[in-house]
């Protein structure tokens, strides 16, 4: 029952007396003739509704659960009184790269799991709220919190993706004159060169980016470590050197037939779809093929739902697990089955099948079981003695993820010190074995949530200022 038609309704069991209601959709019909989001956001009534859900919990295991230390309870607490112009301020000054946040949640969520009321009533909707401020501070012309008198020091970021942006921003914030560097033609990274339209707007990154350069932030794209940039050269010409850079290449399907004509990297298929296209890469072609995805993460599915959108005859996805252990998240999933996307579970691939021309045809596949979980708290995977089955198929894509982001090994960048997986070694304040060289993300962890990625770049301003504070007070 809507809460606003009840006049004996109280706050104070609103998460009792009022269903969560998520942001509306467009209908799938709609949607999969273009690129744009999919949801659309909560309209005033409907988003202080939603946050008067909030019980305010006096030790809230939702911003404990929150990798960005997003300041939850008192968001939703000026939400639900209506007063969304202080929300969105109190958002702008806390939350790093707010609008990002609340359209590619970095912590896939995690508050709204550790709400209280799960088990008991569906969760507050915490990140479409957030979203509804952030769209409504901009708005309504809201501007961030100032930024520290320039110190007169120089630092350099390399990598433009969220560590790179995340770093950037707060360095700027605390008075630095910031130089991001890039290999990519454009600045933000897979957002901006690798996510479809439905799943992030590249004009939040764009508008991001505008913000950095208006607060002094400049960027150099196109801009290769170790052929046109040297390490030394950074090292003289800034203070200090921040490496975040987390491109690394898609973990290749290695089974027989692998190398067939019509097998493809889903990450390149779902960049091409965009404005993440490299020259020279091979493209795809779908419309009126049967499209066979392996792999069950968010890159899975992205490729499903581009597929569909570039008319492919049927889209299919083999996961060698369940979905309730696959990876994507669970609004993506739910999205592309509204698509038309077609899931076979507990099914790993063991070869791809050809014709006498070399083109796909299949996809060999045979059963597989769950066991106890494994070091990553997944269940283990083992194929079963069943028969094997072919999936028919004219084009495959490989969604396995991605390796591990590695620094070039070329020129001085050989000295920072990497551990024997190639991760650079940093100390506790995330610097490297060079001075003034600190590092952050999946270049140091390997393959690592995004959650970690942020905080790591977080962390790591914080440690760079510290150590350029104490090199001027030895002055």
């Known amino acids: 029952m809507n809460a606003r038609l009840r006049p004996d309704w109280h706050a104070k069991y609103a998460w009792r007396e009022v269903d969560r209601v998520d942001p509306p959709k467009r209908p799938a019909k709609n949607r999969v003739s273009d690129f744009r989001e999919t949801s659309q956001p909560y ?10 859900r909030c019980i305010q919990c006096p030790n809230p295991s ?75 501070g901009w708005k309504h012309g809201l501007s961030e919190p100032p930024v520290a008198p320039l110190t007169g020091r120089r630092v350099a970021v390399i990598g433009s993706g969220i560590c790179g942006l995340v770093a950037a921003d707060a360095l700027s914030r605390r008075g630095y004159a910031v130089t991001v560097l890039d290999s990519r033609q454009k600045p933000g990274g897979r957002m901006m060169n690798g996510l479809p339209g439905f799943r992030v707007d590249t004009k939040l990154v764009g508008r991001r980016v505008e913000l950095l350069e208006r607060r002094g932030v400049r960027f150099r794209m196109n801009v290769v470590c170790g052929r046109d940039v040297h390490l030394r050269d950074l090292r003289r010409e800034f203070d200090a050197v921040f490496l975040g850079f987390n491109r690394s290449d898609a973990v290749p399907l290695e089974v027989p037939g692998a190398a067939l004509r019509g097998v493809f990297p889903a990450d390149a298929f779902v960049r091409q779809s965009g404005s993440g296209a490299t020259p020279g890469e091979p493209t ?22 581009t597929a569909i959108r570039r008319g492919a005859r049927e889209a299919l996805c083999v996961y ?31 070869a791809v099948i050809g014709n006498s021309a070399g083109e796909v045809t299949a996809v060999r596949c045979r059963n597989t079981e769950l066991g106890d979980p494994d070091v990553s708290e997944q269940p283990e995977v083992k194929l079963r003695a069943d028969i094997e089955f072919d999936v028919p198929a004219d084009v495959v894509l490989v969604a ?39 590092a952050g993300g999946s270049i ?13 770049a977080r962390e790591a301003a914080a440690a760079m200022d510290r150590y350029l504070a104490a090199r001027r007070s030895n002055r």
């Open 444 to 456: 140091v962890r390997g393959p690592a949530p995004l959650s970690e990625v942020v905080c790591d």
């Open 43 to 52: 309209d005033e009534a409907t988003a202080r509704e939603q946050a008067s």
């Open 284 to 305: 795809p072609e779908v419309r009126g093929r049967r499209v066979v995805v392996l792999g069950g993460g968010d890159t899975a599915m992205d490729a499903l739902r």
């Open 400 to 438: 396995y993820g991605f390796g591990p982001a590695r620094l070039p090994r070329v020129g001085d960048f050989a000295e920072v010190v990497v551990d024997e997986r190639g991760r650079i070694v940093v100390d506790a304040g995330q610097m490297t074995n060079l001075p003034g060289v600190f």
């Open 62 to 136: 939702c911003v404990a659960a929150c990798p960005l230390e997003t300041p939850i309870v008192e968001l939703l607490a000026l939400a639900a009184d209506g007063q969304f112009k202080e929300a969105a301020q109190l958002l702008f000054a806390t939350t790093t790269l707010p609008e990002i946040a609340s359209h590619v949640c970095p912590g896939g969520r995690r508050c709204e799991a550790a709400c209280v009321l799960e088990g008991r009533a569906e969760p507050v909707p915490i990140r479409s709220i957030t979203r509804f401020l952030v769209d409504y």
């Open 320 to 350: 060698r697990r369940d979905a309730a252990t696959m990876a994507a998240d669970r609004e993506e999933y739910a999205n592309a089955l509204e698509e038309g996307a077609q899931f076979v579970f507990l099914s790993q691939p063991v």
